[in-house]
């Protein structure tokens, strides 16, 4: 795993909002994350006890199916996703990127965009969730080459300066964000193809979205959502359990290992 960091790519990071990392992970590295992704995706749209953590039940509407697979936490159920989301690596180059002390599991999540699949809608990350940062991060593992064709990720340089925590919804208005943050609309977007086993890493408020998929292949993704220890409930329930969300008040602290594991702290 090439999980060191040059000076250069923290302060790129935190210009643009984003960065690749080619190469990521080896060859072994990359096969061991396809066949765990794999094996947790199948196993998940299988078992109807968590149909509330994927996309793809009665309760999501047609498009939105097609934009991609999402199936959510996956190391909670998944003994080999565990061990590779719980890995203190991908939690220091999170907190090196953000410039944060402490770094806990949001959450991890499989998105496969599906042969000839409905584009990925602008949008923010972090508006999402049940805290509110400036710091939030993800890492977007490759899993096959993400190209122009299939819907690669694109972003809008530097937006994470200027976002509020407003937002669009992925649906099927594609440029929705652009009428919440008319500001940014005459912007252009960078398109980030990377080869399989690449990481791309965003800040949860750098404007981002993805592109169709106009091959005959799926392009799968491993991500997993990042909180900076410290973080504290803004009244969202998002991902949370029911009983954690009802005993939460606004300004509690997310501090519960069970619920937001912490898998790094600086030294
Ligand atoms: O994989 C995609 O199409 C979108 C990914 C994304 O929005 C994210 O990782 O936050
Ligand atoms: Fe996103």
Not at 65 to 75: H, I, P, Y
Not at 198 to 220: D, K
Request: net charge negative.
């Amino acid at each position: 795993m090439k999980d060191s960091l040059s000076a250069e790519q923290i302060a790129q990071y935190r210009q643009q909002g984003f960065i690749a990392i080619e190469g990521f992970l080896n060859a072994a590295e990359l096969a061991r994350w396809r066949e765990a992704t794999d094996d947790a995706v199948a196993k998940r749209l299988a078992d109807k006890g968590w149909h509330a953590l994927n996309n793809q039940g009665e309760g999501s509407d047609d498009y939105y199916k097609q934009v991609f697979v999402q199936c959510l936490k996956l190391a909670d159920s998944h003994a080999g996703m565990h061990e590779l989301i719980f890995d203190e690596r991908l939690g220091r180059l999170a907190g090196t990127l953000a410039g944060v002390d402490g770094i806990r599991i949001w959450h991890d999540q499989a998105l496969i965009k599906p042969p000839y699949g409905n584009p990925t809608a602008w949008h923010l990350d972090n508006p999402y969730w049940s805290f509110s940062s400036r710091n939030s991060i993800s890492i977007w593992i490759a899993l096959d080459d993400a190209t122009l064709m299939n819907g690669c990720m694109a972003y809008l340089p530097g937006t994470h300066l200027t976002a509020r925590h407003d937002n669009a919804g992925i649906g099927s208005t594609f440029g929705g964000l652009f009428n919440v943050y008319p500001e940014w609309k005459k912007m252009d977007a960078t398109l980030v193809p990377v080869p399989a086993g690449s990481a791309v890493l965003h800040n949860g408020l750098t404007a981002h979205g993805a592109g169709v998929n106009m091959t005959s292949r799926p392009r799968r993704a491993m991500t997993c959502a990042y909180m900076p220890d410290g973080s504290t409930f803004n009244g969202q329930k998002n991902v949370l359990p029911d009983d954690y969300f009802q005993s939460l008040k606004p300004g509690d602290s997310l501090q519960d290992n069970r619920i937001t594991p912490l898998i790094w702290q600086r030294k």
